[in-house]
């Protein structure tokens, strides 16, 4: 176990090393001007440092102006605590970042081990979530790594019967993104069917229930926060509105002469279609965690976010890991890699459709 959680660290750690590389032989710039975390930041990262530097906003935004409320407290409390540190909003990321990919990695084995899966079992599933195209999400500042860690917690935490942790958990989960809460709800969907409605009230079951109440709780903590900044409790959920939705499903976006969304519209079709897969694989388990987490990004959101929706869908690369031996072969999680790599470039190079 320990031999090989170490080496799914010092792979972690190797993976975010050679992002900092190829980001830097792409664009050298920032580095050499003394930026030296910035091949990390893009797109959203800038609303999250814009949180840090200035809170978030004093007046509600019009309606189709996209501000900051659209995006949750917890990852910026995290930074403003470690700038006592470390000061900038670079340094604290990065910082945070190495932190979370210790409790990522060291999350991912403590839910494998509950699952009955061994060491090398939760080494691949490692490297495996790390190679996919898009999942470059993972080292850069952004709250994948952070909503996936909370996630693997999480899910460990049920399946110890941990009551406080199941309950804390789902605080920050759904502190954490907006999506934190439609997984805490799948979660206690899951837990309730596989207990006989007889026995839901018994003491012992609602020990294991009642904790989910934290994550409506979270979403209250940040309402309550909004209405004292602005005076009204769900400008969050209002100001996502800002962000236009116009290619939602898949085929949408061939609605477009741009080549990168009718990429991306084929790329979330597979991923759509990979995810119903591992549904129909878990037969069950875990499928209310699987479904709603995998299709309802696409009614709310859009293909150019809904790699990154899919990414922290964990259940369903698990069911994959476990059904196909080849996501265990190095020559192919290298072909996936340098899959992986090419989108990075992109969202390095271009900033654009893609890189959301």
Request: hydrophobic share 50%; charged share 15%.
């Amino acid at each position: 176990m320990k031999h090989s959680f170490r080496k799914a660290l010092l792979f972690t750690l190797g993976i975010k090393v050679l992002f900092y590389v190829f980001g830097y032989l792409l664009r050298p710039d920032p580095i050499n001007q003394g930026l030296f975390f910035d091949v990390f930041m893009e797109n959203d990262s800038y609303w999250y440092k814009h949180i840090f530097d200035h809170g978030y906003p004093l007046k509600i935004p019009g309606y189709w102006e996209q501000s900051s409320f659209a995006f949750f407290p917890l990852y910026p409390i995290l930074l403003k605590g470690l700038a006592w540190i470390f000061s900038s909003f670079a340094h604290s990321a990065f910082a945070l970042s190495l932190c979370l990919s210790f409790l990522w990695v060291k999350g991912i084995f403590k839910y494998m081990d509950s699952m009955g899966k061994s060491a090398s079992d939760a080494f691949w599933l490692v490297a495996l979530l790390q190679c996919i195209p898009f999942h470059y999400f993972f080292h850069m500042f952004y709250t994948e790594l952070l909503f996936s860690t909370l996630l693997f917690w999480l899910m460990y935490s049920i399946q110890k019967a941990r009551f406080m942790a199941v309950f804390s958990l789902c605080i920050l989960i759904a502190a954490s993104r907006p999506t934190g809460l439609l997984f805490a709800f799948t979660l206690f969907l899951t837990l309730l069917i596989q207990i006989h409605p007889s026995q839901w009230f018994t003491k012992i079951n609602l020990k294991r229930l009642l904790p989910f109440i934290g994550a409506p709780m979270g979403i209250g903590l940040y309402a309550t926060y909004c209405y004292a900044r602005v005076g009204r409790a769900f400008v969050f959920r209002e100001n996502m509105s800002a962000w236009q939705r116009d290619y939602c499903w898949p085929w949408e976006s061939f609605e477009t002469s741009r080549i990168e969304l009718q990429y991306l519209g084929i790329y979330a079709a597979i991923l759509l279609l990979i995810g119903l897969y591992a549904a129909y694989l878990n037969k069950g388990k875990n499928l209310f965690i699987i479904l709603p987490n995998l299709i309802l990004p696409l009614c709310t959101g859009t293909v150019t976010s809904y790699p990154r929706y899919v990414s922290v869908n964990h259940p369903i690369f698990e069911k994959l890991l476990a059904k196909f031996r080849f996501l265990r072969n190095p020559l192919f999680l290298a072909l996936l890699f340098l899959g992986n790599l090419a989108t990075f470039a992109y969202w390095v190079l271009v900033h654009d459709v893609l890189s959301y």
